[in-house]
């Protein structure tokens, strides 16, 4: 029989790794900002001291939480491990509204658990080709943070703030920030570098044309930094300005995952949704 108990920062390295193997390529740097939002939100089950099962269930305020990292170790499976710490972490998010981005083939057993499908994320990826029109958008500085948790609360749909303290200052990547006229505000971007390539995310803004100069100035960054390695963006679906600037920029779709969640669905605004901060984390 297998114990579950909550992860140590290096288990969720390991989980991490896991995620690689499976082929979601996270972010060179992604375990120090997940720790950061919920310390305590990685549980794995254990079966004579080794990691079998992992699963990321955090919280985000009172009323939401994500699930990710949903892994089993290959030659464990089919034991029931991967069960035991699904119902871990749902019991520890408890009465929250719940998200998760699945591979599609999972939908009908998550639906068992009480999810209902909101909307495909479809991850475009290739090799980084420049866009013309990268006007009023600059590298994100520590003084434009706090303007930034505002826009960012507006599309991702709550405060964050510990997360984004490590997010937004990647260590091999960049953020940059488009202001308006009156400069507010108008949208942000963040590239980073993952275990292939670099990925866009998240990418909000208030419009396709600040989307777009965001997208150029941040294609730039990853194709100086890596030009012969690939770019990735992940889209939600309904957001056709998003597909249609993912094509223009030469990227394929070349995964997907289903948006799921058990309890009321957060109003998000998915025509500001350009590119989704992390399938792990939402």
């Known amino acids: 029989m297998s114990e579950v108990r909550t992860l140590t920062p290096d288990e969720v390295a390991i989980a991490v790794d896991w995620a690689a193997n499976e082929g979601w390529n996270p972010g060179l740097a992604d375990a120090d900002a997940f720790l950061a939002q919920d310390p305590d939100g990685f549980l794995g089950a254990f079966e004579d001291g080794a990691l079998?099962?992992?699963?990321?269930a955090v919280t985000y305020e009172a009323a939401f939480g994500f699930v990710g990292l949903y892994i089993c170790?290959?030659?464990?499976?089919?034991?029931?491990h991967g069960l035991k710490v699904w119902n871990a972490g749902l019991d520890r998010l408890g009465a929250r509204t719940i998200g998760l981005d699945g591979v599609v083939a999972q939908q009908d057993n998550y639906r068992a658990s009480g999810f209902e499908l909101a909307h495909r994320n479809?991850?475009?990826?290739?090799?980084?080709?420049?866009?013309?029109g990268?006007?009023?958008v600059a590298p994100l500085e520590r003084l434009d943070i706090p303007a930034v948790f505002a826009f960012d609360r507006g599309a991702f749909g709550c405060d964050r703030p510990r997360f984004l303290e490590r997010w937004l200052m990647p260590q091999e990547g960049a953020a940059f920030l488009a202001r308006g006229a009156d400069e507010t505000v108008t949208g942000y971007g963040v590239v980073r570098r993952c275990r292939s390539g670099h990925k866009i995310g998240p990418l909000f803004a208030q419009d396709e044309d600040t989307a777009r100069a965001l997208y150029a100035t941040l294609s730039?960054?990853?194709f100086?930094?890596?030009?012969?390695?690939?770019?990735?963006l992940d889209v939600p679906?309904?957001?056709a300005a998003a597909r249609a600037l993912a094509q223009e920029a030469g990227l394929t779709a070349v995964f997907e995952t289903a948006r799921m969640y058990r309890g009321a669905a957060p109003a998000l605004p998915l025509e500001h949704i350009f590119g989704i901060t992390s399938f792990e984390l939402g």
């Open 220 to 222: 730039t960054a990853a």
């Open 224 to 232: 100086r930094a890596a030009r012969d390695e690939p770019l990735f």
């Open 134 to 136: 990268a006007q009023g």
């Open 52 to 56: 079998v099962a992992c699963i990321g």
């Open 237 to 239: 679906e309904p957001n």
């Open 122 to 132: 479809i991850r475009f990826g290739g090799p980084p080709r420049n866009l013309p």
């Open 73 to 80: 170790r290959p030659d464990r499976r089919g034991r029931g």
